[in-house]
């Protein structure tokens, strides 16, 4: 079976960090692109940033651009997001989404971790 399970989420004070992390099993974790993606109440899915598998390459929305950071550790098949500078505006489910590198034809989601940033 396939498993994403994300981790580290919870509440913290605006101006404040939080590390996300992502543990991936039942898939070759090398031949797929790493993505968080994140949805507020009432709002759609949005996508927050990627990191190719090998390369290391990595792709940001404007919103997270300079206060997150996506990194991966495929020795341990795990991806992470490094959020710093919370915004209020940042409050949602992060989910973690692995998709096959050589097309979108396979793609797998975990169950999401809340993240609440408020005073």
């Known amino acids: 079976q396939v498993q994403l399970v994300e981790s580290g989420g919870g509440l913290v004070q605006p101006g404040g960090s939080l590390k996300l992390s992502c543990t991936v099993s039942g898939i070759p974790f090398r031949d797929y692109i790493m993505k968080w993606y994140r949805q507020a109440p009432g709002k759609e899915r949005d996508f927050v940033a990627r990191i190719e598998s090998y390369t290391g390459a990595t792709r940001y929305a404007d919103s997270v651009s300079g206060r997150f950071t996506i990194s991966r550790d495929n020795a341990k098949n795990m991806a992470f997001l490094q959020m710093d500078s919370l915004k209020p505006e940042d409050t949602a489910v992060y989910y973690c989404?692995?998709?096959?590198?050589?097309?979108?034809?396979?793609?797998?989601w975990g169950q999401g971790t809340q993240v609440t940033v408020s005073s």
């Open positions: 989404n692995a998709q096959w590198r050589y097309g979108n034809t396979r793609e797998y």
